[in-house]
C-alpha cells in the first residue's frame, strides 16, 4: 500500500478487507456484489486519502491505486483519483463490481446494445446507446454487474479532484488490465 494514495486509518480498510474476504468465502458467487455494496456502504465514512502525485494520472485524467489483493484471488479492492476533466473509455467488466464516492463528485454514463433503430447510437461504440447519465457524491455506493452488463464510462465534470473505492469480484494483482472488456478504439486502463 505505498504511492501517492495512503489511509490515515488503516483500521477501517482492514476491517473492509476482512469482512469482504469473510463474505465472499461465505456467500455463492450471486450475493457477493449487494452484501459488498452494503459492507462498502458502511466504510466509506470512515476512509480517508491523500491527493496523488502528479505522475501517477495517466492520460484519461485519472490514477488508480491498487490497495488489497485478495490471497484467493476472489476480490481486489483499489483507489481511483479523478481530476477535473477525466474520463474513462466506455467500458464493461470482468467481474462484478462496487464503486464508492470518498470525495468530489463523479458522473456515470450509462449504455447498452442497440436494439432500435431510432435509438442515436454512440459514435465512438456504433453498437451502444447511452441510457442515461447521473452524478454521484461522496457516501454513493453503485453496483456493477459483469459484461455485457453494465456498461458505463466515469467521468469528473467538476472544476476540483474526486475520489472513488472500488471492490472488484477478481484478482487484479497480477492483470489490473483483465478487468475490462472495451468498448472504444483505445488500449488505456480504468
Ligand atoms: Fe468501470
Known amino acids: 500500500m505505498d504511492g501517492a494514495f ?3 486509518n488503516g483500521t477501517q480498510l482492514s476491517k473492509l478487507i476482512n469482512e ?13 456484489r449487494p452484501a459488498v455494496a452494503s459492507l462498502l456502504r458502511l466504510a466509506l465514512p470512515h476512509v480517508n486519502t491523500m491527493p496523488p502525485a502528479d505522475s501517477t494520472v ?8 491498487m490497495l488489497h489483493a485478495d490471497p484467493d484471488g476472489r476480490f ?4 481511483i483519483r479523478w481530476m477535473p476533466g477525466a474520463c474513462t473509455p466506455i467500458h464493461g467488466h470482468n467481474a462484478w463490481g462496487c464503486v464508492g464516492v470518498l470525495e468530489g463528485e463523479v458522473g456515470c454514463e ?14 465512438e461504440a456504433p453498437c451502444l446507446v447511452s441510457t442515461g447519465k447521473l452524478l454521484a ?3 454513493t455506493v453503485a453496483t456493477v454487474d ?11 465534470p467538476t472544476t476540483t479532484p474526486a475520489t472513488t473505492l ?16 472495451w468498448y472504444q478504439n483505445q488500449v488505456s486502463s480504468a
Open 20 to 32: 469482504t474476504a469473510a463474505l465472499t468465502r461465505e456467500l455463492e458467487d450471486c450475493s457477493h
Open 6 to 8: 495512503c489511509f490515515r
Open 110 to 123: 450509462t449504455f447498452e446494445h442497440k436494439t432500435c433503430e431510432t435509438q442515436p447510437c454512440v459514435p
Open 166 to 181: 472500488h471492490i472488484y469480484g477478481m484478482d487484479l494483482d497480477d492483470e489490473p488490465e483483465g478487468l475490462n472488456k
Open 146 to 156: 459483469p459484461d455485457p452488463c453494465g456498461i458505463h464510462r466515469i467521468f469528473n
Open 76 to 79: 481486489s479492492v483499489m483507489l
Open 137 to 139: 457524491g461522496p457516501g
Open 58 to 65: 495517466n492520460e484519461h485524467g485519472y490514477a488508480r491505486q
